[in-house]
T-cell receptor
Framework: GDSVTQTEGQVTVSESKSLIINCTYS????????LFWYVRYPGEGLQLLLK?????QKGSSRGFEATYNKETTSFHLQKASVQESDSAVYYC????????????FGAGTRLKVIA | EAAVTQSPRNKVTVTGGNVTLSCRQT?????MYWYRQDTGHGLRLIHY???????QIGDVPDGYKATRTTQEDFFLLLELASPSQTSLYFC??????????FGKGTRLTVV
């Protein structure tokens, strides 16, 4: 079946340092999936951070960016300089339009930014 | 602004109890979803629907029923709750090729 893998359950980064959260995906579909990063702040639901629907393209939002790499089936999230307010749980996800539009989420990576 | 509202936000029930989680969206979206969130598993899809009266089985449907009564309302039913169903439940809505909008979640505890 289709799956999304985030290898880090938790990441701790010092403020102003760079961040990378890894995401790889697997799909049995011949179609390329749409890829997303969602973020969940404490007490809130998930909200879209960025999305890319074309292989080879880069998405960016709020200083975060991710590139859709179909060769390595990866969609890593990066930020050059994190802030304490970035502390949250980040979810990588894919969606396939194969009749029914279904999303598959990774396990999430909890980011803790320390001063 | 697009909105998904879940109720209740917190619920405690006993093993064998009957629980209904409610979700209403004002986005005019066709798709609605119920997920559960457990540590180490991320969001797992329980059931989803692409319109009133429609129901699709997700990846972890056992022990759950769902019903989509209108385009706006999607309910998740646990008729014989078990401790393994203690979890954080999210409802969401979307259309094809659009982002998913999530509710704030319902924390269910089965004791």
């Amino acid at each position: 079946g289709d799956s999304v893998t985030q290898t880090e359950g938790q990441v701790t980064v010092s403020e102003s340092k760079s961040l990378i959260i890894n995401c790889t995906y697997s799909t049995t579909s011949i179609a390329y999936p749409n890829l997303f990063w969602y973020v969940r702040y404490p007490g809130e639901g998930l909200q879209l951070l960025l999305k890319v629907i074309t292989a080879g393209q880069k998405g960016s939002s709020r200083g975060f960016e991710a590139t859709y790499n179909k060769e390595t089936t990866s969609f890593h999230l990066q930020k050059a300089s994190v802030q304490e307010s970035d502390s949250a749980v980040y979810y990588c996800a894919l969606a396939l339009n194969t009749g029914n539009y279904k999303y598959v989420f990774g396990a999430g990576t909890r980011l803790k930014v320390i001063a | 602004e697009a909105a998904v509202t879940q109720s209740p936000r917190n619920k405690v029930t006993v093993t064998g109890g009957n629980v209904t989680l409610s979700c209403r969206q004002t986005n005019s979206h066709n798709y609605m979803y119920w997920y559960r969130q457990d540590t180490g598993h991320g969001l797992r899809l329980i059931h989803y629907s692409y319109g009133a009266g429609n129901l699709q089985i997700g990846d972890v449907p056992d022990g759950y029923k769902a019903t989509r009564t209108t385009q706006e309302d999607f309910f998740l039913l646990l008729e014989l709750a078990s401790p393994s169903q203690t979890s954080l439940y999210f409802c969401a809505s979307s259309d094809v090729q659009t982002e998913v909008f999530f509710g704030k979640g319902t924390r269910l505890t089965v004791v």
